[in-house]
Nanobody, 123 residues
Framework: QVQLVDSGGGLVQAGGSLRLSCAASGGTISGYAAAWFRQAPGKEREFAATINYSGDDTRYADSVKGRFTISRDNAKNAVYLQMNSLKPEDTAVYYC????????????????WGQGTQVTVSS
């Protein structure tokens, strides 16, 4: 059973940067696509970024494109999200997810989830 631990969130001023990490244990995630989703208070969980199993195919939501970068280190069994030029509207709990059974953009597709890490961007 794969377990994911999300970390790296925090409070940052607008324009700042954070790097989120997703560490996997209990099994390898190197053969599976992964993604980051986020959920703001009172809103549904939404897709932010996804990466394929080898790391050479990345896709982003329009709202984060050009500011966020998803990456992975299969040797370390980990996935990352570098977030630059943060905006107050990026404030949310960020979740790592792996092992999609269908499309990579849908939260319902993913089998394993991290516990989430809070990102708060002040104006």
């Amino acid at each position: 059973q794969v377990q994911l631990v999300d970390s790296g969130g925090g409070l940052v001023q607008a324009g700042g940067s954070l790097r989120l990490s997703c560490a996997a244990s209990g099994g390898t995630i190197s053969g599976y696509a992964a993604a980051w989703f986020r959920q703001a208070p009172g809103k549904e969980r939404e897709f932010a970024a996804t990466i394929n199993y080898s790391g050479d195919d990345t896709r982003y939501a329009d709202s984060v494109k050009g500011r966020f970068t998803i990456s992975r280190d299969n040797a370390k069994n980990a996935v990352y999200l570098q977030m630059n030029s943060l905006k107050p509207e990026d404030t949310a709990v960020y979740y790592c997810a792996v092992f999609p059974s269908g499309g990579r953009y849908a939260a319902s597709s993913y089998k394993y989830w991290g516990q989430g890490t809070q990102v708060t961007v002040s104006s």
